[in-house]
């Protein structure tokens, strides 16, 4: 008879599912989480590649002042590193920022992060992208003014590093969203600043 009058009772009202959307909802900033995570991280990975491709670049100038001498990079004649590419170098520092975000859901390293990718990678592109502007647009349209133009093993360097600058201005534009996209879920889900 107990059986029965437990049976007959109703449910109590935190556990009839009305919570079912607000579980569901919580469930999608879990997923969105992680999968913008993985996707920041990914363009991390595409920025360390460019990293490599730039310390490549930049290789003679260290192994000089470092008075190393290979006769083999010597012969590229490389020519010497712009102050920019410099800074843009430094741009791979804010990556600790964005780990220790993904790691521990902080909203601190995370906007910091963003603000390092601006300050030390967008900055120092378009700086480069204004210095050599004149150079594409004059190999691309001045069919008079090509002794003006710097090359580099016979190839305009304006349009090499235009070629190149196209690449990271994606990867830290990507950067950018998935970090937007990550901040909006943490803070929808409601998670707090780590201290």
């Known amino acids: ?102 790691k521990k859901n902080n909203i601190a390293s995370l906007q910091y992060y963003m603000i390092g990718i601006v300050l030390s990678g967008y900055v120092p592109l378009i700086w480069s992208a204004a210095l050599w502007f004149p150079d594409v647009w004059a190999y691309l349209f001045a069919d008079d003014a090509p002794w003006t133009i710097i090359y580099w093993n016979n190839y305009p360097a304006g349009i090499l590093w235009y070629f190149f600058i196209i690449l990271p201005l994606q990867v830290h534009g990507f950067s950018i969203y998935f970090s937007f996209q990550l901040l909006n879920a943490w803070k929808a889900r409601g998670t707090h600043m780590a201290e």
């Not at 009058?5 to 997923?31: C, E, L, M, T, W």
């Open 1 to 102: 008879m107990s059986a029965h009058k437990i049976s007959n009772q109703a449910p109590p009202a935190d556990i009839n599912g009305d919570d079912h959307s607000y579980r569901q909802r919580v469930a999608v900033h879990f997923r969105l989480s992680a999968l913008n995570k993985s996707r920041l991280k990914t363009c991390m990975f595409f920025h360390y590649l460019l990293w490599l491709v730039m310390l490549s670049k930049l290789a003679p100038f260290i192994l000089d002042k470092f008075n190393f001498f290979i006769l083999v990079i010597e012969e590229l004649e490389i020519p010497e590193p712009y102050a920019w590419e410099w800074i843009w170098m430094s741009s791979i520092t804010v990556s600790i920022f964005a780990m220790d975000a993904c």
